[in-house]
């Protein structure tokens, strides 16, 4: 069977499977109402002519001699399962419940990446012209776009076997193989060096972390086994149709679009909510850069960071540049996310993937099939949520096309409590309705217009342990915590109490502090410090406690205060010197229980 190489978006997608092998992570499912007469022989058929005609469709995965490789079966040699349910006999409030249950353990099924075909389907009849089908796949193999090519083949080929008639389709003039050469001969040709250079220059020293203060610590979004927990869960608020009908009218005023208009607004309430001012967000857009990749089936989707500084401007003067950065990053939006990484790499903070961590969308209504399925109608075509996703925070805004839009929040369960994501969502619209109202307004003084951000719930973190009081090794350690402070906050820090966030600290500085103390107190990434540590101690005083707990008592943390001390009073040539004649272990007689 041939055999191609997977693109940067799948060989990501299929290192991330086998971190959780089965589970539902990457698993897209849409439910498709018909109503009408339906022939399941005709409906059976019409998919197998699909799966000929689409090689992603009778996809496998396996591991070659340089990585994994994608194994294409013959145009006869996979089947797609096709389930069907007769529910008719059951009650109709048993029916209901059924459908979902059944719905519901396809969904959360997973596939094996391995076994040809990563899709299935399931119909059920729910009364004499009532039906629902179920289309289940794997992100590797598919993506929203590839729905519509989908749904009209279906229909085509469905309506032609009705008819007893063979499926008039039109040749396809490429593979999805194609579009994996064409990407490979972009990174390794000389196209990629212009790309590259753009995004080293755009994302140069960008925030390792944007993303609004969870409820809980990112190491509680575990597993009992230690792999992160996907559990998302999606709160959904209308869009006034008034305030819609605004934001399309001000996007067309602006000469922009309404996706510009939408995050220029979730970058004001970043803003608020993270106290940063150099905003990262994360976009998906589509990789179907020819247009004979139009009319394939396949897994196209590739992220395009959007970054956007708030600056001393208008709401509307933040839309326009907004617009300008979202062109600029579309004109550059072929190089592969990953590639992106690879050549911006940036930082990295612990449990938070790199880049971005909020990703936002701008959802278009599934576009129906405009002729085939004979004698069927079909419904508004709802994409299922399968409970998990791959990121902390995602917001989008769903098109409804004439009839408004949707803002959706999916959070992880892990990381927000249910109130926070509501509360989110309100702060959207209500930072919205704001901004069109008086664009000329400052975007800094729309974000101060809403309420403070909550501060951290604590109840799920471990307490702090009792430190004996020691003055002497005590007062060392808060010195040095104050000089940590003093040199991140831009403030000079001499309070033992004074408050962290009350001094203009923020998630980015907590992380960057966390990082510092870790490294001057040679300190392991788990010993316990972390920019959650912050909030949890927010004054030097109780920091200093936590450090000591650390390092295993007052003693020991008094003697890496002064060295720290001395370290830190000394210029970055002397420092380095220092440190250099420095073996790891030199620093103590004894470990004094320190972690290195």
């Given at each position: 069977m041939?055999?191609?190489?997977?693109?940067?978006?799948?060989?990501?997608l299929?290192?991330?499977?086998?971190?959780?092998?089965?589970?539902?992570?990457?698993?897209?499912?849409?439910?498709?109402?018909l109503?009408g007469k339906?022939?399941?022989?005709?409906l059976?058929?019409s998919f197998?002519?699909?799966?000929?005609?689409?090689?992603?469709?009778?996809?496998?995965f396996?591991?070659?001699?340089?990585?994994?490789v994608?194994?294409v079966?013959?145009?006869?040699?996979?089947?797609?399962?096709?389930?069907?349910?007769d529910?008719?006999?059951?009650p109709?409030?048993?029916?209901?419940a059924?459908?979902?249950?059944?719905?519901?353990?396809?969904i959360?099924?997973?596939?094996?990446?391995?076994?040809?075909?990563?899709?299935r389907?399931?119909?059920?009849?729910?009364?004499?012209?009532?039906?629902e089908?179920?289309?289940v796949?794997?992100?590797?193999?598919?993506?929203?776009?590839?729905?519509?090519v989908?749904?009209?083949?279906l229909?085509?080929?469905y309506s032609a076997r009705v008819?007893?008639?063979?499926p008039r389709?039109?040749?396809?003039?490429?593979?999805?193989?194609?579009?994996?050469?064409?990407?490979?001969e972009?990174?390794?040709?000389?196209?990629?060096a212009?790309?590259?250079?753009f995004?080293r220059?755009?994302l140069?020293?960008?925030?390792p972390?944007?993303?609004?203060?969870?409820?809980?610590?990112?190491?509680?979004?575990?597993?009992?086994g230690?792999?992160?927990?996907?559990?998302?869960?999606?709160?959904t608020?209308?869009?006034?149709?008034?305030v819609?009908?605004?934001?399309?009218?001000?996007?067309?005023?602006?000469?922009?679009?309404?996706?510009?208009?939408?995050?220029?607004?979730?970058?004001?309430?970043?803003?608020?909510?993270?106290?940063?001012?150099?905003?990262?967000?994360?976009?998906?857009?589509?990789?179907r850069?020819?247009?004979?990749f139009?009319?394939?089936v396949?897994?196209?989707?590739?992220?395009?960071?959007?970054?956007?500084?708030?600056?001393d401007?208008?709401?509307?003067?933040?839309?326009?540049?907004?617009r300008e950065?979202?062109?600029?990053a579309?004109?550059?939006q072929?190089?592969?996310?990953?590639?992106?990484?690879?050549?911006v790499?940036p930082?990295?903070?612990?449990?938070?993937g790199?880049?971005f961590?909020?990703l936002?969308?701008?959802?278009?209504?599934?576009?129906?099939?405009?002729d085939?399925f004979?004698?069927?109608?079909?419904?508004?075509?709802?994409?299922?949520?399968?409970g998990?996703?791959?990121?902390a925070?995602?917001?989008?805004?769903?098109?409804?096309?004439?009839?408004?839009?949707?803002?959706?929040?999916?959070?992880?369960?892990?990381?927000?409590?249910?109130?926070?994501?509501?509360?989110?969502?309100?702060?959207?619209?209500?930072?919205?309705?704001a901004?069109?109202?008086?664009?000329?307004?400052?975007?800094g003084?729309?974000?101060?217009?809403?309420?403070?951000?909550?501060p951290?719930?604590?109840?799920?973190?471990?307490?702090?342990?009792?430190?004996?009081?020691?003055?002497?090794?005590?007062?060392?350690?808060?010195?040095?915590?104050?000089?940590?402070?003093?040199?991140?906050?831009?403030?000079?820090?001499t309070?033992p109490d004074?408050d962290f966030?009350a001094?203009?600290?923020?998630?980015l500085a907590?992380?960057?502090?966390?990082?510092?103390?870790?490294?001057?107190?040679?300190l392991?990434?788990?010993?316990?410090?972390?920019e959650?540590?912050?909030?949890?101690?927010p004054?030097?005083r109780l920091?200093?406690?936590?450090?000591?707990?650390?390092?295993?008592?007052?003693?020991?943390?008094?003697?890496?205060?002064?060295?720290?001390l001395?370290?830190?009073?000394?210029?970055?040539?002397?420092?380095e010197?220092q440190?250099?004649?420095?073996?790891?272990?030199?620093?103590?007689e004894?470990?004094?229980?320190?972690?290195?």
């Amino acid at each position: 069977m041939p055999s191609h190489p997977l693109s940067l978006a799948q060989r990501s997608l299929w290192h991330l499977e086998r971190l959780g092998p089965g589970g539902p992570v990457h698993t897209l499912a849409w439910r498709i109402p018909l109503r009408g007469k339906l022939d399941e022989r005709a409906l059976r058929e019409s998919f197998a002519v699909a799966v000929a005609r689409h090689e992603p469709l009778r996809t496998r995965f396996a591991e070659g001699d340089s990585g994994p490789v994608a194994v294409v079966a013959g145009e006869d040699a996979v089947e797609l399962p096709l389930v069907v349910d007769d529910l008719r006999p059951l009650p109709a409030a048993k029916r209901t419940a059924e459908k979902a249950r059944r719905c519901a353990a396809d969904i959360t099924a997973g596939f094996a990446l391995d076994r040809a075909p990563l899709a299935r389907a399931r119909l059920l009849h729910l009364g004499d012209d009532r039906h629902e089908l179920l289309i289940v796949v794997h992100h590797i193999v598919f993506d929203g776009v590839s729905l519509d090519v989908l749904l009209d083949e279906l229909g085509r080929a469905y309506s032609a076997r009705v008819h007893g008639e063979d499926p008039r389709l039109e040749v396809l003039d490429a593979r999805y193989a194609d579009a994996v050469a064409a990407e490979r001969e972009l990174l390794t040709g000389p196209g990629r060096a212009t790309l590259a250079a753009f995004w080293r220059e755009r994302l140069s020293a960008v925030p390792p972390v944007v993303l609004p203060p969870p409820d809980r610590d990112p190491a509680s979004a575990r597993e009992p086994g230690g792999e992160r927990s996907w559990a998302n869960r999606i709160f959904t608020l209308p869009l006034p149709g008034p305030v819609v009908a605004a934001v399309r009218e001000f996007a067309r005023r602006e000469r922009t679009t309404p996706y510009a208009v939408y995050l220029a607004v979730l970058t004001v309430l970043l803003h608020r909510l993270t106290g940063l001012a150099d905003i990262v967000v994360g976009t998906p857009v589509s990789a179907r850069h020819r247009g004979a990749f139009e009319r394939l089936v396949g897994y196209f989707v590739n992220i395009v960071v959007m970054r956007t500084e708030v600056g001393d401007r208008s709401f509307a003067q933040l839309v326009r540049t907004v617009r300008e950065s979202v062109f600029d990053a579309l004109d550059h939006q072929r190089l592969p996310f990953e590639a992106v990484v690879d050549e911006v790499r940036p930082p990295r903070t612990s449990g938070y993937g790199p880049l971005f961590q909020v990703l936002f969308a701008m959802v278009a209504p599934i576009r129906l099939p405009g002729d085939g399925f004979t004698n069927l109608d079909i419904g508004p075509v709802e994409q299922v949520d399968n409970g998990r996703s791959p990121f902390a925070l995602t917001v989008s805004v769903l098109d409804r096309a004439q009839d408004g839009a949707d803002l959706e929040l999916s959070y992880a369960v892990s990381l927000y409590d249910d109130t926070t994501a509501e509360r989110m969502a309100s702060q959207f619209v209500e930072l919205l309705s704001a901004a069109l109202s008086t664009p000329d307004t400052a975007a800094g003084e729309l974000a101060a217009a809403l309420p403070a951000p909550a501060p951290l719930a604590t109840p799920d973190l471990p307490a702090a342990p009792v430190i004996p009081a020691a003055p002497d090794g005590g007062a060392a350690v808060i010195r040095a915590v104050q000089a940590v402070w003093t040199a991140h906050l831009h403030t000079e820090v001499t309070d033992p109490d004074a408050d962290f966030l009350a001094l203009g600290g923020h998630s980015l500085a907590a992380a960057r502090i966390a990082v510092d103390l870790r490294e001057l107190f040679g300190l392991a990434n788990d010993a316990g410090i972390t920019e959650f540590t912050l909030f949890r101690a927010p004054t030097p005083r109780l920091l200093a406690a936590q450090l000591t707990a650390a390092l295993g008592g007052w003693t020991a943390a008094a003697e890496e205060a002064e060295f720290v001390l001395g370290l830190l009073g000394m210029t970055d040539e002397q420092a380095e010197k220092q440190l250099s004649g420095l073996a790891p272990e030199s620093r103590h007689e004894d470990d004094g229980g320190a972690t290195r």
